[in-house]
T-cell receptor, first 113, second 114 residues
Framework: DTGVSQDPRHKITKRGQNVTFRCDPISEHNRLYWYRQTLGQGPEFLTYFQNEAQLEKSRLLSDRFSAERPKGSFSTLEIQRTEQGDSAMYLC???????????FGAGTRLSVL | QQQVKQSPQSLIVQKGGIPIINCAYENTAFDYFPWYQQFPGKGPALLIAIRPDVSEKKEGRFTISFNKSAKQFSLHIMDSQPGDSATYFCAASRSYNQGGKLIFGQGTELSVKP
């Protein structure tokens, strides 16, 4: 499978714990996006990378959130001190240079108890 | 100005019917308008997309109609099948060079009855 891969698929954590998600984009896609989707809503943009540079962050991305793409390949999204309001599906998408088409992974569903 | 408004919220049609989902946007800087299909527990999958220089695009049973002056676009699904039952999202974005982040509508839950 050469699509966008996300790990883990599901994460259950207790309030106050830190969690980290991983996204592996389609090979050679230089741009990677993170979105968050709550139940019954469309995905909302969080941040995106071009190669290893983080070029934009949404105001949804509070100080407790951090994302990295250290070598311009896979990316991680960390949430510190999780809150119940962080419960959502976290989606990753990638695209090749100059292309508008974004290919999404299956997402990581986070449940904060 | 960043919003994309989608309607209806849910839609039930009989097999063979033609469901129509509508979206409206405000930001005239948007230049890419995709539709995504999402099944429960899965990520969104691109169905079809259009740019504002054309008024209609058809791929298989899926057609996008685009009205630039009204800032509206819609998805038509011809000869709908029970397997088309899913949630559909419209989206809009600025060009790749302007970031390309997708702004999604609220989604339409489609149910196609046998």
């Amino acid at each position: 499978d050469t699509g966008v891969s996300q790990d883990p698929r599901h994460k259950i954590t207790k309030r106050g714990q830190n969690v980290t998600f991983r996204c592996d984009p389609i090979s050679e896609h230089n741009r990677l996006y993170w979105y968050r989707q709550t139940l019954g809503q469309g995905p909302e943009f969080l941040t995106y990378f071009q190669n290893e540079a983080q070029l934009e962050k949404s105001r949804l991305l509070s100080d407790r959130f951090s994302a990295e793409r250290p070598k311009g390949s896979f990316s991680t999204l960390e949430i510190q001190r999780t809150e119940q309001g962080d419960s959502a599906m976290y989606l990753c998408a990638s695209t090749s240079s100059g292309d508008s088409i974004q290919y999404f992974g299956a997402g990581t569903r986070l449940s904060v108890l | 100005q960043q919003q994309v408004k989608q309607s209806p919220q849910s839609l039930i049609v009989q097999k063979g019917g033609i469901p129509i989902i509508n979206c409206a946007y405000e930001n005239t800087a948007f230049d890419y308008f995709p539709w995504y299909q999402q099944f429960p527990g899965k990520g969104p999958a691109l169905l079809i997309a259009i740019r504002p220089d054309v008024s209609e695009k058809k791929e298989g049973r899926f057609t996008i109609s685009f009205n630039k002056s009204a800032k509206q676009f819609s998805l038509h699904i011809m000869d709908s099948q029970p397997g088309d039952s899913a949630t559909y999202f419209c989206a809009a974005s600025r060009s790749y060079n302007q970031g390309g982040k997708l702004i999604f509508g609220q989604g339409t839950e489609l149910s196609v009855k046998p």
